[in-house]
């Protein structure tokens, strides 16, 4: 089992930006899906980003495109979400989590497609 620890979250004034790391231990990944998702209290859990780890291919919710960027640092075995012109919308705890081998390219993922996940970090954007 792959143990996931995000970091880099906070407090920024909308327009702002903020990266998020989700660094992995336990073993090293080959061809999982890591994905991100967020959650507030007035909503479920949701898909925000997902990139391939072998191909660095990504994958983002419309509400985010052209906005956030997911990279992903091999030697590190780390995965980022840098996100720019935050809104307050966007105000969540934020998850990453990684599937057990290779998910579907459809484009567009459920936290049931995830078998590990990281703690979460809080991200809060102002008006």
């Known amino acids: 089992q792959v143990q996931l620890v995000e970091t880099g979250g906070g407090w920024v004034q909308a327009g702002g930006s903020l990266r998020l790391s989700c660094a992995a231990s336990?073993?090293?990944?080959?061809?999982?899906?890591i994905g991100w998702f967020r959650q507030t209290p007035a909503r479920e859990r949701e898909f925000v980003a997902a990139i391939r780890w072998n191909t660095g291919n990504t994958h983002y919710v419309d509400a985010v495109k052209g906005r956030f960027t997911s990279s992903r640092d091999l030697a590190k075995n780390t995965v980022y979400l840098q996100m720019n012109r935050l809104k307050p919308d966007d105000t969540a705890v934020y998850y990453c989590a990684a599937s057990l081998g290779p998910l579907h390219s459809s484009g567009f993922y459920y936290a049931e497609d995830f078998s590990s996940w990281g703690q979460g970090t809080q991200v809060t954007v102002s008006t």
């Open positions: 336990g073993r090293a990944f080959s061809d999982e899906m």
